[in-house]
């Protein structure tokens, strides 16, 4: 049996593009690990699990037509060749990730006569390439200081060059350096940012059109700017992050210093978004704000709040009772530590929560009954009072869009229901609402509902429920589907805007007319679901 090479030997399968064997192979090799001891094999699994499903789309981006999901209404006809910056399919060639993957993106436009300027840009391309790739080989290990300014001064020579070439040059450049960071990652660190700052490929983030590798790079560029703001004395959690990332074990007085919310906060946020900036903080200290849990409870903090109460209950009351043996006059009835703690919501306020949530009828209990994954997600959300008393809710309306990926045909048209609701609501709202639906933020423009629409959103989030699906971690990527031309038309004529408004709308999730033509599309599904296929529904 050959060796398998990386991403393929993490995932511990054959190199394939179909992205469902690589979410099996992926939950897996999760099932044999422990995600809360293994920190660094778990972040490890997730960018492999992220590099093949990016490897995948790439591959099936390279057999099908560039458009925008509209099937043969983005076909151009006429369309000049000289629009088309240049074929990817001539140098996009997947292997093993090693040099020879990365040919010269300026040596396919050849000229006749010579070019300084053209031959400083390839040599700059070969001596990055020789630095991310030593011997032309993947490595994992770090660049060297001497090797950083290596590669920074050649990365500058490759970012003028696209600055002042012409447009298909500079796009060859800009898919060239993406696929080769992707694909050098983690070495490529630190030359990403100043590729991103030229080239915009955070501006694509969460778009239709957004790339494979952008897809991978985008995530990354996220984590280390978390991680450089994290560390600045400003932040919110920079406490927090300090505190876990200072040797051995937490004390009492380190407990009273940083707030228990913030350290779950950072936790729960890092887990879920940058599981690879885990490895920066010190595993002793997190489990010792921790404490012995089980892999998926929320932990075990009840006895030292309790003890925590009980000392500052003692501390109060004995100046207490001195004062009210020496002062007559002092009011015993009046409460001393009323308000001293807050311990968030009563079970009975959660369950009412629940049950507006639901409907009538579900209350936490029966929540864990039927999903006990989910259920601990949605308690914790309980926890973060501070960020408002609608984030349970905005939690459920986003996990209901993220079941997206593995909802039967049932569910699928219960969540294109839930999407017509929301984005309904969201078109008459507040400016950027919208937007924010389609990228499944429901938490910094809470969406207000009319009682109508809260009343049918409450079924169908139980169908959902009850499907155990709003538990899904949701794995990314891109879900191509082509809309046959009868929807096509229907999706302009209730639409009421022109073939090219349409057009630009679908190509920008930020485009005035997006959220209208979402709606038309989202009326056109769910009048023919049957007649569409599973696909549609899906990436919708």
């Known amino acids: 049996m050959s060796r398998r090479a990386y991403p393929w030997s993490v995932l511990r399968i054959d190199k394939t593009d179909d992205r469902g064997a690589i979410r099996k192979a992926y939950a897996d090799a999760l099932r044999a690990i422990d995600v809360d001891s293994d920190i660094a094999g778990y972040a490890k699994l997730r960018e492999a699990r992220d590099r093949a499903l990016w490897m995948a789309a790439e591959a099936a981006r390279a057999g099908a037509d560039d458009d925008l999901g509209l099937g043969s209404f983005d076909d151009a006809e006429g369309a000049d060749p000289a629009d088309e910056p240049y074929d990817e399919d001539e140098w996009d060639d997947w292997g093993e990730p090693s040099a020879a993957n990365h040919p010269d993106p300026l040596s396919r436009h050849p000229e006749t006569e010579p070019d300084p300027a053209r031959e400083r840009a390839e040599a700059a391309w070969q001596g990055l390439l020789d630095i991310l790739y030593p011997e032309g080989q993947q490595s994992d290990a770090g ?6 300014e290596e590669g920074t001064a050649h990365l500058a020579v490759l970012l003028a060059r696209a600055e002042e070439a012409d447009l298909a040059e500079h796009n060859a450049l800009d898919h060239a350096l993406a696929n080769m960071f992707a694909d050098a990652w983690p070495r490529s660190a630190p030359f990403v940012e100043p590729a991103n700052a030229a080239f915009h490929w955070l501006g694509e983030a969460g778009q239709l059109e957004e790339r494979g590798a952008l897809m991978f790079l985008n995530a990354r560029l996220k984590g280390m700017r978390f991680h450089e703001k994290v560390q600045q004395a400003d932040h919110p959690l920079h406490k927090a992050w300090a505190e ?6 937490a004390g009492f007085i380190d407990r009273l210093r940083i707030k228990r919310l913030d350290i779950d906060k950072l936790l729960t946020g890092v887990r879920a978004n940058f599981p690879e900036l885990e490895s920066f ?8 704000w921790e404490g012995d849990r089980a892999p998926g409870e929320i932990g075990n903090t009840g006895p030292r709040v309790v003890w ?7 501390v109060l009351a004995v100046p207490r009772c001195i004062n009210s043996l020496t002062d007559p006059s002092a009011d015993t009835s009046a409460p001393a530590t009323a308000a001293l703690f807050d ?6 306020e959660i369950d009412a929560q629940v049950a507006d949530i639901f409907g009538e009828g579900t209350d936490m209990a029966k929540v864990r009954a039927v999903d006990p994954v989910f259920a601990d997600q949605l308690r914790l959300s309980f926890n973060h009072s501070d960020l408002g008393e609608d984030r349970p809710l905005a939690l459920v309306r986003r996990k209901a869009l993220e079941a997206g990926e593995v909802a039967s045909f049932d569910e699928l048209v219960a969540r294109a229901k839930l999407r017509r609701i929301w984005l309904g609501a969201a078109a008459w709202g507040q400016a950027g609402q919208c937007e924010n639906v389609m990228n499944y933020d429901f938490t910094s423009l809470p969406l207000k509902l009319k009682p109508e629409d809260r009343a049918a959103e409450r079924p169908l989030l139980r169908q959902l429920l009850d499907a155990k699906v709003l538990g899904h971690e949701a794995k990314g990527g891109t879900v191509r589907f082509a809309i046959p031309g009868w929807a096509v038309s229907d999706m302009i004529e209730r639409s009421g ?7 630009q709308a679908m190509g920008n999730t930020s485009h005035p007319d997006r959220c209208q033509v979402e709606v038309a599309l989202l009326d056109v599904v769910l009048a023919n679901p049957g007649r569409l296929s599973q696909d549609v529904l899906r990436g919708l």
């Open 497 to 503: 805007l022109s073939e090219d408004r349409v057009r």
């Open 244 to 249: 876990l990332s200072r040797p051995g074990r």
């Open 281 to 288: 903080l010190e595993p002793e200290r997190v489990a010792s």
């Open 143 to 148: 660049v060297t200081h001497e090797e950083l």
């Open 343 to 348: 311990p968030g919501p009563s079970e009975a």
């Open 308 to 314: 925590f109460a009980f000392v500052m209950l003692l």
